[in-house]
């Protein structure tokens, strides 16, 4: 990373753009069991716990490329297909900085921490609305745009 100075502007922390709460499932939870459980909550991405702790992430890509696209079963357990490690910053960390760390990870999720505690979850979604905010088209609809 090329140390991208940290700001005390609060609306350029993780934390600002994370979202919470966290969603997350047993390792020994399905696949089925971990897809419904996204549709629930609306979730692109799910992290999986064993023991309590946080240990992988389960992700819209997963489905994809890990389950349907090598003819998995829905009963295979999530602990078969999640990523792992996780990728972690601190919630205090700068969102230019999460940015850069997403393309050189080629990751589309952080997981937030706060004291080395999970607090939330970053997407590519959550950086895409600091730019839209930072160049004033938060309420940008590209629906109603004039070509």
């Given at each position: 990373?090329?140390?991208?100075?940290?700001?005390?502007?609060?609306?350029?922390?993780?934390?600002?753009?994370?979202?919470?709460?966290?969603v997350s499932i047993d390792v020994?939870?399905?696949?089925?069991?971990?897809?419904?459980?996204?549709?629930?909550?609306?979730?692109?991405?799910?992290?999986?716990?064993?023991?309590?702790?946080?240990?992988?992430?389960?992700?819209?890509?997963?489905?994809?490329?890990?389950?349907?696209?090598?003819g998995l079963a829905l009963s295979?357990?999530?602990?078969?297909?999640?990523?792992?490690?996780?990728?972690?910053?601190?919630?205090?960390?700068?969102?230019?900085?999460?940015?850069?760390?997403?393309?050189d990870h080629n990751t589309r999720?952080?997981?937030?921490?706060?004291?080395?505690?999970?607090?939330?979850?970053?997407?590519?979604?959550?950086?895409?609305?600091?730019?839209?905010?930072?160049?004033?088209?938060?309420?940008?609809?590209?629906?109603?745009?004039?070509?």
């Amino acid at each position: 990373m090329t140390g991208i100075p940290q700001s005390k502007h609060p609306r350029e922390k993780l934390g600002d753009f994370m979202t919470t709460p966290v969603v997350s499932i047993d390792v020994k939870a399905t696949v089925q069991q971990a897809a419904h459980k996204m549709d629930e909550q609306n979730a692109s991405a799910i992290l999986t716990t064993e023991n309590g702790n946080h240990v992988g992430i389960i992700t819209e890509r997963d489905f994809t490329r890990k389950v349907v696209g090598a003819g998995l079963a829905l009963s295979t357990p999530v602990s078969e297909v999640m990523s792992c490690p996780l990728y972690t910053l601190d919630r205090d960390n700068h969102i230019l900085e999460a940015a850069e760390f997403m393309a050189d990870h080629n990751t589309r999720h952080i997981t937030v921490t706060e004291k080395d505690k999970v607090v939330g979850i970053l997407t590519v979604k959550n950086t895409f609305s600091y730019y839209m905010n930072l160049f004033g088209l938060e309420s940008y609809d590209p629906t109603t745009s004039e070509d």
